[in-house]
């Protein structure tokens, strides 16, 4: 798809809901949003998304999908169905993994 693992992140939370302001997808996918700015950039100049700071706080950055980051959408469904084929692995097991690794992301945060 031409897009590294951490840009995948940024458009799957675009795919959920679109527009977002670089905040809140920072929040979603823990990282800091001076992380995330070099990563949008990126975005932006590849066509997927459009960039806007907001008119009433020019602080606020709010990132929306363009048409081709929709258009984007429909070849990055195809890669959970290759990836499960790939590991051997089913779905229930995947699930089990992903929900381990959520618990462990979250006991590390509550102990700071």
């Known amino acids: 798809m031409g897009l590294t693992h951490p840009q995948y992140l940024v458009m799957l939370a675009l795919w959920e809901e679109s527009p977002l302001r670089v905040s ?10 001076a ?10 100049v ?23 980051g929709r258009r984007l959408r429909r070849r990055a469904e195809q890669i959970p169905p290759a990836v499960i084929e790939r590991l051997g692995m089913d779905v229930a097991e995947l699930e089990e993994i992903r929900d381990r690794l959520g618990r462990l992301i979250d006991a590390t945060r509550s102990t700071r």
């Open 35 to 44: 992380t995330l700015s070099p990563l949008l950039k990126r975005l932006e």
């Open 24 to 33: 809140e997808i920072a929040r979603r996918l823990s990282l800091e949003p």
């Open 46 to 68: 590849a066509g997927f998304v459009d960039r806007r700071r907001d008119s009433g706080d020019e602080r606020v950055v709010t990132v929306a999908l363009t048409t081709a």
